[in-house]
């Protein structure tokens, strides 16, 4: 316990201490979030209505899909998973704290953010904050493990953008942080429903604000809740803890299969 | 339990078409610094992390203080200290924090005193990306040790560092063998090797081509014991006498130096010569081969020495 402890409290100062975690955890989600509260609510009053939940979903991603990815990807490449390892360092502590800690981060930014939109910018304050609390926590959760899970099967430190970049930018724009989810186009909705983004935005506007959804919003955080368990279970079997060892337990393109939650809640609803 | 430590037997390291280690055998003994030389690509590195659970063996049987690395390494790091060649710490790990931290895992108490010991007692709130390499491998060394291992695996342990930490640690593998600690060191250093070690194995292209304490080592092949004779009016560099045994003859700072294939008779004969000259000894030095010549003589010559 006293290693796990120790693990934490160092994974929380890094999301400090490094420059580029800071950026990503703090510095990019709040000026963002100041951004589009002076801008975006003058161009269109109604983000209003969707703006906590989409900036804390935003908040999500930047910290989880941009900043936890890449140093798992660095901390590999560098060799710091073998001195853990003759340490007798866990997998599930050197991919669970970062991600943990991302956790924190994000949960932070997202009070920040609860609970200055209204005040600050005229946000719509949910109405059921237990139900916030929960969507928040859920879609940190499953958000950290698909960070996680992208660390593990990038190949190198470019490839994971690609990848980090392959989720955060569709999420962006179909994921119903700018464009509610009945907004957009027939063709599009099926794309936007394989995203961890949509889910969250369809179970914040059911659970914490009570207003009706395209999805049903037990049904997205059922959905969150096993792409989320299903992302950490496989980025632990396939973690590997060296770039130059080849022996990992199964292919990276089983990563795959973090997306069957989404393609059957797409089938259902169809 | 077991008289040795470690067995070796049978192991072979195949990465693609490459054979890095190929049928590699040996045993290090409880308490010894055991010595594996070898010239770059030799297989050491190989070696030594499949002996510590870091890589799997191709074929053949690892054994460390009676554990299988391939099957239960986290039994084993619990046992074993390890200072990789290439290993890191996070670089915003401060050096308090990764003393903590280690020990945390290892559930022993943190080891500040070896911080101090090894020089780094000022370094002790940098962050690691901050430490030049020396301090980083002495660190490394800190942490490798700090949870008193039956078993250390040093590689390249002195590598950038300066001579005081050297001497420093090389005080330490004493003190730790002292106190019955298992220590294999892979080094390029031979005349570390030679001072620190009580057995090597030399390894060249996966195999191992020679074993043995230094001493035996040094004593066999075709290396010259160099002697050295310095006399107050240098007769013997002048006059070219020939004495038995000797190979070959040079003259360097007023020394006239044989390489003598026997050194007894060559010896004798020189002090019976200067006994009838009216010239006087000042100084006589004989001197085995170097671990690193005979090491050249093992590696130039393919194995076959």
Known sequence: ????????????KTGLRNSTLLLMNYLFPLAFYAMMG?????INPLFRESMIPAMVVFATMSSALLGLPGPLVESREAGIYRSYKINGVPAVAILGMPALTTV????IVSIIIALTGNPLFGGQAPVDWMGFALVTLVAVLCCASIGALIGVIAKDSRAVVLLSQ?????????????????????SVRPFAMLLPASHAMQAYTGLA????????????????????????????????????????????????????????????TL | MKSYAIEVRDFRKIYGDFVAVDGVNFVVERGEVFGLLGPNGAGKTSTLECLEGIRQPTAGHLDVLGID??????????????????????????????????????????????????????????????????QQRRLALALAIAHRPQVLFL??????????????????????????????????????????TDRVAILLRGRVVATGSPRELTATGDGFTKVSVRTEQSVLCTNGTEFPAVHQHSVKDDYAIYFSVDPGPTVSAILRYLEGTTDRLIDLRVERPSLEERFLEITNTGGVA
């Open chain 1, 166 to 186: 392959l989720v955060y930018l569709p999420s962006m724009l179909l994921g119903g942080l700018m464009i509610p989810l009945t907004v957009l186009p027939e």
């Open chain 2, 155 to 196: 590689d390249e342990p002195t590598a950038g560092l300066d001579v005081g930490s050297r001497t420093e640690l090389h005080q330490l593998i004493r003190e730790l063998q002292t106190e019955g600690t298992t220590i294999v060191l892979a080094t390029h250093d031979m005349a570390e090797a030679e001072k620190m």
């Open chain 2, 69 to 134: 690395p391939a099957r239960d390494a986290r039994k084993l790091h619990a046992l074993i200290g390890v200072q990789l060649q290439t290993s890191g710490l996070p670089g915003n790990m401060k050096v308090d924090e990764a003393m903590a931290f280690i020990c945390a895992y290892h559930r022993t108490a943190p080891r500040y005193d070896l911080l101090d010991r090894l020089g780094l007692a000022e370094k002790r709130e940098s962050q690691y990306e901050g430490l030049s390499v020396g």
């Open chain 1, 38 to 42: 002076l801008v975006m609510t003058q």
């Open chain 1, 209 to 268: 604000y009570g207003q009706e959804t395209a999805l049903a919003p037990m049904g997205s955080l059922l959905v969150l809740i096993s792409s989320g368990l299903l992302s950490l279970g496989l980025a632990i079997y396939l973690f590997n803890w060296d770039s130059r060892n080849s022996a990992r337990r199964g292919h990276p393109l089983m990563a795959l299969l973090a997306l069957v939650p989404y393609i059957v809640a797409l089938i259902v």
């Open chain 1, 1 to 12: 316990m006293t290693a796990l402890i120790h693990h934490f409290t160092f994974e929380f």
């Open chain 1, 104 to 107: 924190f981060h994000v949960l």
